[in-house]
């Protein structure tokens, strides 16, 4: 996983301030905030530049896009939605948001880590396995 940097963290604040109001948004906290890269580690050549930008969502969650040349990287999930609901009040927050950008950093750092998946345990520590 790669961590996003303070101010990166401070503009998606703006966003889940945005649809705080809709409890059925859930978001994440600041401490979680991160790019997932996947199971296993990428080989790296050195440092790389990621650009976030864009906001977007899946059907699960909302996201920050995080674009970088290394593949497999996507976006930082900043909220999960609790339960189904009609998505035009989350459309009507996000659509003016679209098109922000968060920054740009450039990454030294790449944290392979345990994260204990499931509903009562996804906010957890995490159990770092080594640092590349």
Same mark, same amino acid.
């Given at each position: 996983?790669?961590?996003?940097?303070?101010?990166?963290?401070?503009?998606?604040?703006?966003?889940?301030?945005?649809?705080?109001?809709?409890?059925?948004?859930?978001?994440?906290?600041?401490?979680?905030?991160?790019?997932?890269?996947?199971?296993? *580690?990428?080989?790296?050549?050195?440092?790389?530049? !990621?650009? $976030?930008? %864009?906001?977007?969502?899946?059907? @699960? &969650?909302?996201?920050?896009?995080?674009?970088? *040349?290394?593949?497999?990287?996507?976006?930082?999930? !900043?909220? $999960?939605? %609790?339960?189904?609901?009609?998505? @035009? &009040?989350?459309?009507?927050?996000?659509?003016?948001?679209?098109?922000?950008?968060?920054?740009?950093?450039?990454?030294?750092?790449?944290?392979?880590?345990?994260?204990?998946?499931?509903?009562?345990?996804?906010?957890?520590?995490?159990?770092?396995?080594?640092?590349?």
């Amino acid at each position: 996983m790669i961590e996003p940097p303070p101010e990166v963290k401070a503009g998606i604040a703006r966003v889940q301030r945005a649809f705080a109001h809709l409890d059925w948004i859930a978001p994440l906290p600041a401490h979680f905030l991160h790019v997932t890269l996947g199971a296993e *580690p990428p080989e790296l050549d050195g440092p790389f530049e !990621i650009d $976030y930008r %864009r906001v977007n969502c899946f059907h @699960e &969650a909302v996201i920050v896009e995080a674009h970088a *040349p290394l593949a497999g990287l996507s976006h930082v999930s !900043i909220g $999960y939605v %609790r339960e189904a609901h009609d998505a @035009e &009040a989350l459309r009507s927050v996000l659509v003016p948001l679209r098109d922000e950008s968060f920054g740009r950093s450039t990454v030294t750092e790449l944290v392979h880590v345990r994260i204990p998946v499931g509903r009562t345990t996804l906010f957890r520590p995490w159990t770092v396995l080594e640092r590349i």
